[in-house]
């Protein structure tokens, strides 16, 4: 069936909103998160693991999404995961290697509420149930702001950090801030990883760059209907009608 649509869904936060959070918008409550899982599941679309639905030299005969979690929040194990597992669905999560067992420090720096972050014990069990650990640099920082020797060692410290911890190589990569250029994704791309996830809003289509593959953000409010509208927004913006 041509038409079908390949979607990288971007989450963050798992739970209620804090009050004064600056991102209130992040948190997608564990009710929610499980009522898109469903929805999806009930239309035909199939989850697939993050190198499956990007393959853009596969031509899908079902519409396809993969989970994504940006930071690592604990909120993540605890809710989000468990919910996956249930359903046979897996994630790749994102880790902010230098705040594991932590909190958020870069949200804090910029006024937000503190979030615990996982514990290095959570990631490897989550690595040993199948879920897929990326990195998402040492300290969150903006990348196209760095000196090329802070850049490379945001790439390799975070790797060599999350590789000690589930035991295996730690291949894919998600820009904080979506902030990318020419010069971060070589770096990225010399530093061993084989994919980049960005936050531009798109979906997969043929010729997708590995190291530019745009997701869907979902926030607090996107019940069944408004996920898919905005799936729908990200094949416009992909150059696909609707
Ligand atoms: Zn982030």
Same mark, same amino acid.
């Given at each position: 069936m041509s038409g079908s649509t390949?979607?990288?869904?971007?989450?963050? +936060?798992?739970?209620l909103p804090k009050l004064g959070s600056l991102v209130a918008g992040q948190y997608v409550s564990p009710r929610l998160f499980r009522s898109q899982l469903d929805y999806l599941n009930a239309r035909d679309w199939a989850g697939g693991t993050l190198s499956e639905t990007t393959d853009s030299s596969i031509i899908p005969d079902q519409d396809r999404f993969?989970?994504?979690?940006d930071d690592g929040y604990r909120g993540v194990y605890e809710h989000a995961c468990p919910a996956l597992t249930d359903?046979?669905?897996t994630a790749t999560i994102y880790v902010v290697a230098g705040s594991i067992g932590g909190i958020n420090d870069w949200?804090?720096?910029?006024?937000d509420q503190s979030e615990p972050m996982m514990t290095a014990g959570q990631i490897r069990e989550l690595a040993d149930h199948g879920f897929r650990i990326g990195s998402h640099t040492m300290t /969150?920082? /903006?990348?196209?702001?760095?000196?090329?020797e802070q850049l490379r060692a945001e790439l390799a410290n975070s790797k060599h950090v999350l590789e000690d911890i589930i035991g295996t190589e730690v291949a894919a990569f998600s820009y904080p801030y979506g902030d990318y250029d020419n010069r971060v994704l070589e770096e990225v791309v010399a530093a061993g990883y084989s994919s980049a996830v960005a936050t531009k809003l798109g979906v997969i289509t043929l010729g997708v760059r590995a190291f530019e593959i745009p997701r869907v953000n979902v926030r607090w409010n996107a019940i069944g209907p408004l996920l898919m509208?905005?799936?729908? +927004?990200? +094949?416009?913006?992909?150059?696909?009608?609707?």
């Open positions: 390949s979607v990288v869904l971007l989450y963050h +936060r798992m739970g993969a989970v994504t979690f359903r046979n669905l949200d804090r720096r910029a006024g /969150h920082p /903006h990348l196209t702001e760095l000196t090329d509208r905005k799936i729908n +927004r990200a +094949r416009k913006a992909s150059g696909l009608a609707k």
